[in-house]
């Protein structure tokens, strides 16, 4: 029995298939090991040893590997033809190797570049072993990734709170991103003209551009304004032009070459608008195959190469469908052959191309992504075999006899379309244009001008990047690897370093902040060619010419270094550099001249960078007595908060409502004389934050409402915005309302209408339990004794004491009430804890006597003052689970360690 491990379960019922009953095929899921997501994995001390993990899902899967491979005296090991396959077969060895089920077991490496019956026969019938080489440049590449990751976010954390590392290499992509950002910023746009002229020559009119004046050649900015547009108008004008030269020259344009992954993801996000993420999932259904006439076969070659050629039997087979389907003429002479220019172009693969070129898209029936895209893929690879389309380009110059004034037509006449008729490429951000169709035009004629045009125009910046563009440059670059685009852009995303507008990166905030830290204190971690050269290092390794250690040693010298030189360094002189470096972003030139880091507010502070938990914000420098403060993006603050944020003042108290900015979106806060914390109102949805008036925030600030007291009971009735939307409350009944006006606009008819209509249909959220005694208010809450399933108990916020027996509920006191509370909250803790250690169990009763003295001593008091009490509940609270506060401050560490674990 031979066994055979294939990465997915969708090809390995393929290759069974293909193979037939003596082999049984499995798939790996992938990886079956990885390094554990903790400092610690990566010994650069123990010479860069690494702890390789098996999570549950894989010791499954390697489980049963082991169990078929123990019945069966072969493993082939037919993983993905590239580094990632060739490092997933040696992870399988390995874990395999621990289980001791290899002995007298003979084991093969093939590799298939279709999955297709021929080339998986092909590939049997030629296996080797498991390049070691390629294993130790993934090996390398997975150190670098772990050391800079786990090294780098430690550092981001304590200098930049709330920034997270991007990884080696989408650190460099996100540079790219902010450098392209800040160009777009710092440009200024400057006016230039063009002038053209409407000619006719032998009863023929034509357009010309005016390319000499005055005896000189114009450049694109040689006419800067409207003046000198005028003056190049009165020359055209006054001059006699006569046609001094006409040449037609035949051109020719040849075909691209077939897809790499590059360039499969550049046109994919062109053509069909696909992320780089959807173009590799639905190339890798495509590669994995789809069921035709009963049979699973892959469609294209595999999807993860750098290489241009395709074999010869594709190429023919490519001819021979040009031939049938367009005509001999389509058929060059010659095959074409394709080499890479890539600067760092992995192993020698083919081309993606159709597994078979005679299953025309058309005859095919895919869902519509798969359709596209293989279309896509079809039509690029038989065009790269196509004839080239040729052009007559014809250029006719005319002047004025003095020659100090010249104008130049040009046009292009298509002659044969060749490959155009099946294929042309897309392109980023200009179209091809050829120029138009000429009249027959003969040297020596004269030409009068009929009509001047001068058009004015400004200078662009450069475009954001698109994810075509941008996978195109880190290309050109050398930065990362086709295979590993999609990723590092996703990852961007994820971290939310980027957004997409208009299908067009743009840093957000924390991203320009991340990548100024990096410039400026990790610059050569970050700089390009760095990048390009450690690229070309790991291609060394893979090709047997570097040791991998030898590599690792290298780079973990100077970064070890790097990281050591900024562990000294203040936060306050971080944010100095960074206010300089993102000053263009942060503080924008004003029109009038003034000083733009000058605090809006109070007129005396300066702006300058702050950090906070959730990242970077500006702030005065005059804090705490100017509280001003706004996000790093001036648009965006702008747009939302004008000057200090101060939309009203409250009639009452005379304090200002502000408008500010927080975590979770728009809100007003007031200061309230006494009170430690500001008082603070959501925006209700569907209010816009932009258009909130005076009037509206006064009302937000002023919630609840009282409606009046119940004509029955006296209680007050209330009207509020809650969690849940508006709501009116009486006597512990939350009646939801339709709008949020009504909050404002109900009175006390209706609300009382609301409250009995809530009453008669309680839903599941009512309680059964019925108030039997009004106590009054402790601390601001209701205390109240309830008639509960067994026996009646008092209710404080979500404390529920039983009464002793034999309570008489009408002689019940608010501090007979309190102690009852504050005993039930003291042992409340105890008795969570006690079954988990008995130790703690031991300890309860001293914790119970401790309780009651202090309630005692605070019972036999004769007056309680308001602050005491208050005091005393503050102490309960410390000490109950249930309180509001205890449970905030406990969940605040946890989603900081939470936070922490994700970073690296």
Request: neutral net charge.
């Given at each position: 029995m031979n066994v055979v491990v294939v990465e997915s379960p969708a090809k390995a019922k393929t290759i069974n298939k293909y193979l037939g009953s003596d082999y049984t095929v499995l798939a790996s899921f992938g990886h079956v090991r990885d390094l554990p997501p903790k400092?610690?994995?990566?010994?650069?001390?123990?010479?860069?040893?690494?702890?390789?993990?098996?999570?549950?899902?894989?010791?499954?899967?390697?489980?049963?590997?082991?169990?078929?491979?123990?019945?069966?005296?072969?493993?082939?090991?037919?993983?993905?033809?590239?580094?990632?396959?060739?490092?997933?077969?040696?992870?399988?060895?390995?874990?395999?190797?621990?289980?001791?089920?290899?002995?007298?077991?003979?084991?093969?490496?093939?590799?298939?570049?279709?999955?297709?019956?021929?080339?998986?026969?092909?590939?049997?019938?030629?296996?080797?072993?498991?390049?070691?080489?390629?294993?130790?440049?993934?090996?390398?590449?997975?150190?670098?990734?772990?050391?800079?990751?786990?090294?780098?976010?430690?550092?981001?954390?304590?200098?930049?709170p709330g920034s997270r590392s991007a990884g080696r290499v989408q650190s460099v992509a996100l540079r790219l991103i902010c450098d392209r950002e800040l160009e777009i910023e710092k440009f200024r746009p400057e006016e230039y003209w063009t002038v053209d002229a409407d000619l006719r020559s032998g009863g023929s009119q034509f357009r010309a551009k005016l390319v000499t004046l005055d005896g000189k050649k114009l450049t694109k900015m040689s006419l800067k304004d409207r003046a000198m547009a005028n003056a190049a108008v009165e020359a055209i004008q006054a001059g006699a032009f006569t046609i001094s030269a006409v040449e037609a020259k035949p051109t020719k344009r040849n075909p691209p070459p077939p897809f790499t992954t590059s360039t499969l993801q550049q046109e994919a996000a062109r053509k069909l608008g696909f992320s780089a993420t959807r173009t590799m999932q639905t190339a890798q259904k495509l590669y994995e195959g789809v069921n035709i006439g009963g049979e699973t076969v892959g469609l294209i070659t595999y999807m993860r190469t750098d290489g241009v050629s395709m074999v010869n039997e594709a190429v023919n087979q490519a001819r021979d469908v040009i031939g049938q389907e367009h005509g001999a003429l389509y058929v060059p002479a010659k095959p074409r052959f394709y080499s890479s220019k890539a600067k760092n172009a992995q192993e020698a693969h083919e081309a993606i191309r159709p597994t078979s070129f005679s299953r025309l898209p058309g005859n095919l029936s895919l869902d519509p992504d798969m359709a596209r895209l293989y279309t896509l893929i079809w039509r690029r690879a038989v065009a790269s075999q196509m004839e080239s389309a040729r052009f007559e380009r014809t250029t006719v110059d005319i002047t004025t006899p003095d020659q100090k004034t010249a104008l130049r037509a040009t046009g292009s006449v298509l002659q044969f379309d060749g490959f155009l008729a099946l294929y042309q490429e897309g392109k980023d951000d200009e179209d091809d244009d050829e120029g138009g169709r000429l009249p027959k035009l003969s040297q020596g004629a004269e030409a009068d001008v009929a009509k001047t045009h001068a058009d004015q125009h400004f200078t662009q910046p450069p475009p954001r990047f698109t994810e075509a563009s941008l996978v195109k440059r880190m290309e050109e670059l050398g930065i990362g690897r086709p295979s590993t685009y999609a990723s590092t852009l996703q990852v961007l995303r994820d971290r939310e370093y980027v957004r997409m507008e208009k299908n067009r990166f743009e840093p957000e905030d924390k991203g320009r902040v991340v990548t100024a830290f990096l410039e400026n204190f990790f610059e050569r971690y970050v700089q390009y060619d760095f990048t390009a050269d450690l690229e070309n290092q790991l291609d060394k390794v893979s090709a047997g010419d570097l040791d991998w250690k030898a590599l690792l040693r290298d780079f973990w010298t100077h970064f070890r270094s790097a990281v050591d030189e900024i562990g000294d360094l203040r936060i306050s002189q971080v944010l100095d550099v960074l206010n300089d470096v993102l000053a263009p972003h942060i503080f924008p030139e004003k029109e009038d001249g003034t000083d733009p880091r000058l605090c809006p507010s109070c007129g005396v502070g300066t702006l300058s960078l702050r950090l906070g938990r959730y990242g970077a914000f500006l702030g005065c420098s005059n804090h705490p007595d100017c509280k001003f403060t706004r996000q790093m993006s001036p648009t965006e603050a702008e747009n939302v908060i004008e000057g200090d944020g101060q939309i009203a003042i409250d009639p009452e108290s005379g304090k200002p409502i502000t408008l500010k900015d927080g975590r979770f979106g728009m809100y007003l806060e007031m200061e309230v004389e006494g009170e430690d914390k500001p008082k603070r109102a959501s925006i209700p949805k569907g209010w816009d934050p932009k258009g909130l008036s005076e009037e509206q925030a006064i009302k937000l600030m002023n919630l609840p409402r009282l409606v009046g007291d119940h004509p029955e009971d006296g209680k007050p009735i209330s009207a509020a915005i809650g969690r849940y939307g508006p709501y009116v409350l009486h006597d512990g009944v939350y009646a939801n309302l339709p709008s949020v006006e009504d909050v404002f606009e109900i009175g006390l008819n209706h609300a009382v209408s609301v409250i009995a209509d809530k009453k008669a249909n309680p839903g599941r959220r009512a309680s059964t339990a019925k108030a039997l005694k009004e106590l009054g208010d402790h601390d601001g809450k209701p205390v109240r004794v309830m008639d509960g399933r067994y026996g009646p108990y008092i209710k404080y916020e979500k404390i529920n004491a039983t009464l002793p027996k034999g309570t008489d509920i009408e002689t019940l006191t608010m501090d007979a009430a309190m102690k009852l509370v504050e005993e039930k909250a003291a042992k409340s803790p105890t008795k969570k804890k006690a079954p988990a250690k008995k130790a703690t169990a031991k300890k309860a009763p001293a914790k119970k006597t401790a309780a009651k003295k202090t309630t005692a001593k605070k019972t036999t008091a004769k007056k309680t003052t308001t602050k005491k009490t208050t005091a005393a509940s503050k102490t309960t609270s410390k000490k109950s689970t249930t309180a509001k506060t205890a449970a905030a401050k406990t969940k605040t560490p946890a989603k900081s360690k939470a936070t922490d674990t994700d970073e690296a």
């Open positions: 400092d610690g994995s990566v010994k650069p001390d123990e010479d860069f040893a690494m702890d390789w993990e098996v999570d549950t899902k894989s010791q499954k899967r390697v489980k049963a590997i082991a169990d078929a491979v123990k019945e069966s005296d072969r493993l082939i090991l037919a993983t993905d033809p590239d580094r990632e396959g060739e490092a997933i077969s040696w992870h399988l060895l390995e874990a395999l190797t621990k289980r001791r089920v290899l002995k007298n077991v003979t084991v093969e490496r093939v590799a298939f570049n279709a999955i297709t019956k021929p080339a998986i026969e092909e590939a049997m019938r030629h296996p080797r072993a498991v390049d070691m080489e390629l294993v130790n440049a993934y090996l390398a590449r997975r150190a670098l990734d772990y050391l800079v990751g786990f090294t780098l976010s430690p550092v981001l954390w304590r200098k930049l």
